[in-house]
C-alpha cells in the first residue's frame, strides 16, 4: 500500500516511492554485512591453516546467520555485569549496588528479534592465557565492548585495552571495538568530555606508535542511571544487523509522509533500537519514546491474558461467525498519547512481539491520525516483509 500524503489538505496517493520492497534482484551489501563476511573469512582461513579438513566451507554473513557474540570486557569493578543487569535482565539500577563480582565468564542468550549472546568476562580473566581457546571466544564476534569506569584511576584500563587490541588485530583486524566510558552520571558535561578526549588520545596514541592506523574503535559516555547505555547499546547492535539500510529507508519514507519529527524501531524486551530515520537523534524524544513503551507493557501486563478455548469459540460464533483475527483492525498493539501541550501526539505500533515502531508527531498533526495510521501500517508491512526476506536467506 503506498504512503499517503499528510501534508497537503486533500489527500493523494504517492507512487513514487522505491524502497525496499521494490528492489530488484540486485544484492546490496552494507559495510555491516561485508565486515561480518570478512570475520567469517578470517575464522575460516585461520581453521584451515591448523586443520584444513575442519575448515568450515565458504558462507557469507556466518555471523549474521548464527548469534553475533558481544564480549564485555574491562576491569574489575567497572560496571560490565551492572550494564548486562540493566539493559538485557531489566534490573532497576539502585538494585546493581548488591552485585558481587563476577568470578567466571557469564554467558547470555537474548532471545529477541535477532538471537545474540552476551559474555561477561571477569576483569581479573587473563584471555591470552594459552589455556584459553581464542578462536572459541573471538571467532564470528559481533563487537568488544570495553568498559572503563571514568570515575576511578583508568590508566591500567587503557593499558590492557591497549595490549588486547594489539594481539587481536593479526588474527582479527575488522572486529568491532566499541569502548563505553562509564559511570559519567554525576560529571559535568565539560569534564566528561575531557575525559572522552583523555581516553581516546591515550588509546590512539599507543596503537599509532605500535603501527595501528584508524582501528575501529567507537566511543560512549554511558551510565546506567540515564538512557545512555540503551543508546550506547542501540549503536553497537545497529551494526550487527545486515538489512539496517532498508529498515532506516522505510523509517524515512513514513517520516516525511507522516510529518513526524522522530522515528525509532525499539526491541521492546530491552529498549534498545535496532532503527531509526535520518534525522539526528534527540535524547529527551528517545528517553520519553522508550519510557511509553514501559508503560504500554505494563499494561499489557496487567490487562493481557490467554482467553479460555469456549470463551475464543463464543466470539467467534454467532452473530459474526468469524474469526477472531478477521474481526479486528489491528490485532497488534496499537496506542497514542498526546502531550500535556496538546500538539504533539506519540504514537506506538506493535510489529510483532519482539518490536514495537515509536514516533514522534509534528504539532498540529493530531487532525491527521486517520492517514498517519494508513502509512504506519505500510510501514509495518513492510517491515515484517523484511524481516520475512531475511530469515527465508537465513535459512538457505
Known amino acids: 500500500m503506498p504512503l499517503l500524503e499528510t501534508g497537503r489538505r486533500r ?5 513514487s516511492y522505491n524502497g525496499p520492497a521494490r528492489q530488484g534482484p540486485v544484492r546490496h551489501i552494507s559495510p555491516v554485512q561485508l565486515t561480518l563476511e570478512r570475520i567469517h573469512e578470517q575464522n575460516r582461513a585461520n581453521v584451515q591453516k591448523v586443520d ?17 557474540r558481544l564480549l564485555l570486557m574491562g576491569q574489575r569493578r567497572s560496571g560490565k555485569s551492572s550494564i548486562s543487569s540493566v539493559v538485557f535482565h531489566k ?11 563476577t568470578a567466571r565468564i557469564q554467558k547470555d542468550s537474548m532471545h529477541s528479534f535477532m538471537d545474540f549472546q552476551v559474555w561477561d568476562f571477569p576483569g581479573q580473566v587473563d584471555w591470552a592465557d594459552p589455556s584459553f581457546d581464542l578462536d572459541a571466544i573471538f571467532g564470528e564476534i559481533g563487537a568488544l565492548i570495553w568498559v572503563i569506569d571514568a570515575q576511578d584511576e583508568y590508566l591500567e584500563a587503557i593499558n590492557r585495552l591497549n595490549s588486547t587490541i594489539l594481539n587481536l ?25 575531557d575525559i572522552q578526549r583523555d581516553v581516546t588520545q591515550r588509546i590512539q596514541d599507543e596503537l599509532s606508535d605500535h603501527g595501528v592506523e584508524n582501528a575501529p574503535i567507537n566511543f560512549h559516555l554511558t551510565s546506567i542511571y540515564n538512557h545512555s547505555i540503551f543508546e550506547a547499546f542501540s549503536k553497537v547492535i545497529q ?72 470463551y475464543i469459540e463464543r466470539l467467534e460464533g454467532p452473530p459474526y461467525n468469524k474469526k477472531l483475527e478477521d474481526q479486528v483492525a489491528c490485532k497488534d498493539a496499537e496506542s497514542c498519547i498526546v502531550l500535556t501541550d496538546g ?46 526476506i531475511t530469515r527465508r536467506r537465513q535459512r538457505a
Request: aromatic share 10%; charged share 25%.
Open 11 to 15: 489527500t493523494k496517493l504517492d507512487h
Open 169 to 193: 588485530q593479526p588474527t582479527y583486524p575488522n572486529i568491532n571495538i566499541e569502548v563505553f566510558i562509564h559511570k559519567v552520571d554525576g560529571l559535568s558535561d565539560d569534564y566528561k568530555l
Open 91 to 101: 534490573m532497576p539500577p539502585n538494585e546493581t549496588l548488591f552485585l558481587e563480582s
Open 239 to 310: 551494526k550487527l544487523i545486515p538489512h539496517l539500510p532498508y529498515l532506516e529507508a522505510l523509517l524515512n519514507n513514513c517520516c516525511q509522509k507522516s510529518g513526524f519529527e522522530k522515528a525509532y524501531l525499539f526491541d521492546v524486551l530491552s529498549k534498545i533500537y535496532i532503527a531509526t530515520d535520518s534525522s539526528p537523534v534527540d535524547m529527551p524524544s528517545y528517553e520519553i519514546c522508550s519510557d511509553y513503551i514501559d508503560v504500554i507493557v505494563d499494561i499489557s501486563e496487567i490487562y493481557g491474558w490467554n482467553r479460555p478455548d469456549d
Open 52 to 68: 584444513p579438513a575442519k575448515a568450515p566451507a565458504p558462507a557469507p554473513g556466518a555471523a549474521a546467520r548464527g548469534k553475533p
Open 343 to 388: 500538539r504533539r501526539p506519540i504514537l506506538l505500533r506493535e510489529v510483532n512481539k519482539y518490536l514495537a515502531l515509536v514516533a514522534v508527531v509534528k504539532e498540529g498533526a493530531y487532525s491527521k491520525m486517520p492517514d498517519i495510521i494508513e502509512n504506519v501500517n505500510a510501514t509495518v508491512g513492510g517491515l515484517l516483509q523484511i524481516f520475512e
